[in-house]
C-alpha cells in the first residue's frame, strides 16, 4: 500500500512557472515507477509525465515537453514535476500516480497502468 499526497498547485499568470510535489508513504518508494497525470474540465484523466524507480529515465506527452521537468528524490519519498512557460491549457487538477515497477525498461502513460493515486492538486493558468 502506497499513499500519495499532492501540493503545490496554485493560480499563476500565463509564462509563469510553478513546482508541484508529490510525498509517498507506506513501502518503499524506490521500486515505484512514479507519473504525474492532468485532468481538466470537462475531460478525461491524461498522462503528462512519468519517471522510472531508479530516476535515470523519463517520458512526456508532446505538449509539455521542454516545459515541464519529472524529478524524485527517492531519500526523502517525493516526487516533483517543475511547470515552466505555463500556457492556459495547462489548467487542470494535477494527480501523482505510481506503480511497482522492479524492471524500469518501460513507460506506462495509461491511467490503468497504475494502483496507487493522490487526491490532486488545483493548478490554474490565467492569460
Known amino acids: 500500500q502506497v499513499q500519495l499526497v499532492e501540493s503545490g498547485g496554485g493560480l499563476v499568470q500565463a509564462g509563469g512557472s510553478l513546482r508541484l510535489s508529490c510525498a509517498a508513504s507506506?513501502?518503499?518508494?524506490?521500486?515505484?515507477?512514479m507519473a504525474w497525470f492532468r485532468q481538466g474540465p470537462g475531460k478525461e484523466r491524461d498522462f503528462v509525465a512519468t519517471?522510472?524507480?531508479?530516476?535515470?529515465?523519463?517520458y512526456y506527452t508532446d505538449s509539455v515537453k521542454g516545459r515541464f521537468t519529472i524529478s524524485r528524490d527517492n531519500a526523502k519519498n517525493t516526487v516533483y514535476l517543475q511547470m515552466n512557460s505555463l500556457k492556459p491549457e495547462d489548467t487542470a487538477v494535477y494527480f501523482c500516480?505510481?506503480?511497482?515497477?522492479?524492471?524500469?525498461?518501460?513507460?506506462?502513460?495509461?491511467?490503468?497502468?497504475?494502483?496507487?493515486w493522490g487526491q490532486g492538486t488545483q493548478v490554474t493558468v490565467s492569460s
Open positions: 507506506g513501502r518503499t518508494f524506490s521500486r515505484y515507477a
Open positions: 519517471i522510472t524507480w531508479s530516476g535515470t529515465s523519463t
Open positions: 500516480a505510481a506503480r511497482e515497477d522492479y524492471s524500469g525498461q518501460y513507460y506506462y502513460i495509461a491511467t490503468n497502468n497504475y494502483n496507487y
